[in-house]
Nanobody, 120 residues
Framework: QVQLQESGPGLVKPSQTLSLTCTVS??????????WTWIRQPPGKGLEWIGF???????YYSPSLKSRTSIFRDTSKNQFTLQLSSVTPEDTAMYYC????????????WGRGTQVTVSS
């Protein structure tokens, strides 16, 4: 059974960098069937895809967030990390990590999510 768990600070000040880590158990992030994805949901809004890192380490980001986003991984810990720079209150959201199937691009396993608030 694959499990994903987000971790990181729940409060970030404007202009700082948000950093969240997803720890994966029950499966390796280097398995070539999956991508590892970050998704967020601002309060009262729909889900927004942020980006993913592939099994080989290649990254893909949402065009609207690309200039501020970095996703990297630690294969020794089976973790991948999201960094979002220069945050504003508009980045306040529930942040989720998920496993994405490479063929169908379906998010088949999700973490429970972690709330991040951007406020001074």
């Amino acid at each position: 059974q694959v499990q994903l768990q987000e971790s990181g600070p729940g409060l970030v000040k404007p202009s700082q960098t948000l950093s969240l880590t997803c720890t994966v158990s029950g499966g390796s992030i280097t398995t070539n069937l999956y991508y590892w994805t970050w998704i967020r949901q601002p309060p009262g809004k729909g889900l927004e895809w942020i980006g993913f890192i592939s099994y080989s380490g290649t990254t893909y980001y949402s065009p609207s967030l690309k200039s501020r986003t970095s996703i990297f991984r630690d294969t020794s810990k089976n973790q991948f990390t999201l960094q979002l720079s220069s945050v504003t209150p508009e980045d306040t959201a529930m942040y989720y990590c998920a496993r994405t199937t490479r063929i169908s691009l379906m998010h088949d396993y999700w973490g429970r999510g972690t709330q991040v608030t951007v406020s001074s």
